[in-house]
């Protein structure tokens, strides 16, 4: 088939990848003709022109996209002639927090508390009913931490409306969490579901930095909690492809902090570490053919993000069970240039092969 991405980042260049075996080809609608899945497949360059997006569908049999950003008139446009997965609504619900906060609430899965925010006064309200510390975020846009401003004195509150340039926002009570983990499932067009194990993420300023999966001492019972909250949330809105939740474990279980209607940075690991990776999964879903299995190659995997400089390159490819990713991106503050994976039977060689490679861990 030709699957069409709308955005042409690293995701569009991993499914990509594991499209070209699947003897798919590929089409992206860019910014640009120097980013990292150029030139993996025909790439149209969008410029607000309707021309260059009506030959981008013609061009594909199906559509999908890699950011919950992507513009929902744009896929309501292309919808009209091209099939789009996963549909408008799993976007147009996750790429807002306040609808996919109304969503968990009408599903019963556990969240912070919140309230929704429109002025200074809105705020004063929200942060007597919520408390401090709160987090207050802008209700979209938000990605790697940004558009977020940490509460922790009522004094504050005036920099923290200040902060979101009088945006649509949202007022989150700061959960203690002991760990962050994530969920990454599957759905296919025939409603068949299949599941990765939960995996344990460590970020630093915002920013993903380490998976390792499985996440280490979780009871079979609270990964069957977080495929509950994932079926639900899966089945509800008529899913089809990857779907990603963020979960923080705290002392009071799993709360569900977002949702992503794609494949996901925790889940690179599975591109070795799994028997099919998110990727292929994706592609298999929007493509309507059948599942691949989720189970793991190996008993331990790690992901470890090259952040800003890409750092001892060689170094990484000399270590054991250790798989390089790089995106071909130029070098830039913050910016995600690659990912290194490993897999391992034995937990003592993972941690080894991860202090290994610790310049890029901070
Ligand atoms: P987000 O953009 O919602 O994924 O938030 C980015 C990061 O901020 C998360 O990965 C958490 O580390 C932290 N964070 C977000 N929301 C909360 C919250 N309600 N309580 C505590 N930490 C949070």
Redesign the pocket.
């Known amino acids: 088939m030709k699957i069409g991405v709308l955005g042409s980042g690293q995701l569009g260049r991993m499914l990509a990848l594991s499209a070209y075996p699947l003897g798919h080809q590929m089409r992206f609608l860019a910014l640009s003709e120097d980013e990292p899945s150029s030139l993996l497949g025909k790439t149209f360059i969008h410029n607000n022109n309707p021309e260059i997006l009506k030959n981008f569908a013609d061009s594909s049999d199906i559509v999908t996209y890699e950011s919950e950003n992507t513009d929902v008139t744009i896929v309501n446009k292309i919808n009209q002639n091209t099939k789009v997965y996963p549909s408008d609504k799993s976007l147009y619900i996750s790429q807002h927090?306040g609808r996919e906060k109304a969503l968990l609430d009408k599903l019963k899965i556990p969240c912070?508390p919140y309230q929704m925010v429109n002025s200074l006064d809105d705020l004063k309200r929200a942060i007597k009913s919520i408390g401090i510390p709160?987090?207050l975020?802008t209700a979209t846009d938000?990605?790697?931490?940004?558009?977020?401003f940490?509460i922790k004195s009522e004094i504050q509150l005036y920099e923290a409306w200040e902060n979101m340039s009088g945006v649509e926002s949202i007022l989150?009570?700061?959960?203690?969490?002991k760990r962050?983990l994530s969920l990454i499932a599957v759905r296919g067009i025939d409603g068949s579901l299949a599941y990765y194990p939960l995996v344990e993420?460590s970020?630093h300023e915002?920013i993903?930095r380490l998976t390792i999966a499985p996440a280490q001492n979780i009871s079979e019972s609270l990964q069957k909690r977080a495929e509950g909250y994932m079926s639900s949330l899966l089945n509800e809105i008529k899913h089809v492809g990857v779907l990603t939740i963020?979960l923080?474990e705290s002392d009071s279980g799993l709360l569900v902090?977002?949702i992503a209607p794609r494949v996901h940075n925790s889940g690179h690991w599975t591109i070795e570490g799994a028997q099919t990776s998110q990727f292929e999964n994706h592609i298999r879903a929007i493509t309507e053919s059948p599942l691949g299995q989720t189970t793991s190659t190996k008993k331990f995997s790690a992901m470890i993000n090259i952040i800003g400089v890409h750092g001892p390159i060689q170094k990484a490819l000399k270590t054991k069970s250790a798989h390089l990713h790089l995106y071909d991106k130029e070098e830039r503050t913050g910016r995600k240039l690659g990912h290194i994976t490993i897999t391992s039977n034995s937990i003592d060689d993972l941690n080894q092969s991860i202090d290994n490679l610790k310049e890029y861990l901070p």
């Open positions: 927090r912070a709160s987090i975020k938000g990605y790697d931490g940004k558009g977020q940490l989150e009570g700061f959960i203690n969490f962050e993420n970020h915002g993903l963020e923080f902090n977002e």
